[in-house]
């Protein structure tokens, strides 16, 4: 079994300028005042479980195994949807049953339902009164299966993958960040399939809602101010923005946005 890090990570939808976050960490620091609190991020939009599972995954694997991310995204808060303690990736998760860990379902998780903590009173902030302190004794030691039973249910978001045709491949829109980059799900080995890469980054043509970006650049820098930029970026995904600007305001896109990239036959 993996052994705790004595970290915990939070992230939710709260924003911080109400007591919500501090209500956790304080949940959390009452079970242990040797623990350490990390957020990812509390600005995610308010029940947004896709944009949670998405952020979730650029940022969980990057802490030393052990880790519990106590991640609280709930709008069914106080529903029969289950609680749950996920280990997967040398990771340990706790949140609601709701989609929100789809992200590290892929890595053979092991999925307890949280039965043998119950929340007394009103049903209205499982990340206090539950999960908080759920995560704090798995950072603490507790062994995940002491929360319950084995679950096998568990909500998973359902993801679209990208299609190849010919000459082609054809993708949407999966995130939009706090820039306005618009992340796709085609990533860098459907553009090695496409003959773009390695090698070969001029002769990609990118599609967006009637606009067209010829060349795959490094980084922001290699276009001019307010020009349309596409990269791979730091996801490992296909992105597309505008330098020093809001790409996703320019385009007027949203998620799900078809993006369609092209070889030009030289």
Same mark, same amino acid.
Request: proline share 6%.
């Given at each position: 079994?993996?052994?705790?890090?004595?970290?915990?990570?939070?992230?939710?939808?709260?924003?911080?300028?109400?007591?919500?976050?501090?209500?956790?960490? +304080?949940?959390?620091?009452?079970?242990?005042?040797?623990?350490?609190?990390?957020?990812?991020?509390?600005?995610? =939009?308010?029940?947004?479980?896709?944009?949670?599972?998405?952020?979730?995954?650029?940022?969980?694997? /990057?802490?030393?195994?052990?880790?519990?991310? /106590?991640?609280? #995204?709930?709008?069914? #808060?106080?529903?029969?949807?289950?609680?749950? #303690?996920?280990?997967?990736?040398?990771?340990?998760?706790?949140?609601?049953?709701?989609?929100?860990?789809?992200?590290?379902?892929?890595?053979? =998780?092991?999925?307890?339902?949280?039965?043998?903590?119950?929340?007394?009173?009103?049903?209205?902030?499982?990340?206090? !009164?539950?999960?908080?302190?759920?995560?704090?004794?798995?950072? /603490?030691?507790?062994?995940?299966?002491?929360?319950?039973?084995?679950?096998?249910?568990?909500?998973?978001?359902?993801?679209?993958?990208? #299609?190849?045709?010919? !000459?082609?491949?054809?993708?949407?829109?999966?995130?939009?960040?706090?820039?306005?980059?618009?992340?796709?799900?085609?990533?860098?080995?459907?553009?090695?399939?496409? +003959?773009?890469? =390695?090698?070969?980054?001029?002769?990609?043509?990118?599609?967006?809602? +009637?606009?067209?970006?010829?060349?795959?650049?490094?980084?922001?820098?290699?276009? =001019?101010?307010?020009?349309?930029?596409?990269?791979?970026?730091?996801? +490992?995904?296909?992105?597309?923005?505008?330098?020093?600007?809001?790409?996703?305001?320019?385009?007027?896109?949203?998620?799900?946005?078809?993006?369609? /990239?092209?070889?030009?036959?030289?």
């Amino acid at each position: 079994m993996i052994e705790p890090s004595g970290i915990i990570t939070l992230l939710t939808d709260f924003c911080e300028s109400d007591a919500y976050v501090g209500a956790m960490r +304080g949940k959390i620091l009452s079970v242990s005042r040797n623990l350490v609190i990390a957020d990812i991020s509390h600005s995610i =939009p308010q029940g947004d479980i896709a944009a949670t599972a998405f952020v979730l995954s650029q940022a969980a694997f /990057c802490y030393p195994p052990g880790t519990v991310h /106590c991640t609280v #995204v709930d709008p069914g #808060v106080g529903s029969r949807r289950a609680g749950l #303690v996920v280990a997967a990736g040398e990771q340990f998760f706790v949140g609601p049953d709701n989609g929100i860990f789809s992200s590290v379902f892929g890595t053979n =998780p092991l999925v307890y339902r949280i039965e043998s903590f119950n929340v007394k009173g009103p049903q209205t902030f499982h990340g206090r !009164d539950l999960f908080a302190p759920v995560a704090a004794r798995i950072a /603490c030691g507790m062994e995940p299966h002491a929360v319950g039973p084995i679950h096998e249910n568990y909500s998973r978001l359902s993801f679209t993958a990208p #299609v190849p045709r010919k !000459d082609m491949i054809q993708g949407e829109v999966i995130h939009i960040d706090g820039f306005g980059n618009l992340i796709t799900n085609i990533d860098e080995k459907d553009l090695e399939l496409l +003959g773009v890469l =390695p090698g070969k980054p001029n002769l990609l043509n990118v599609e967006i809602a +009637g606009r067209g970006i010829q060349g795959l650049s490094r980084t922001f820098s290699d276009q =001019p101010q307010n020009a349309l930029v596409v990269y791979i970026g730091s996801s +490992g995904k296909l992105e597309l923005a505008v330098r020093d600007g809001d790409a996703a305001e320019e385009l007027n896109v949203e998620r799900k946005e078809m993006v369609t /990239c092209r070889k030009i036959n030289n």
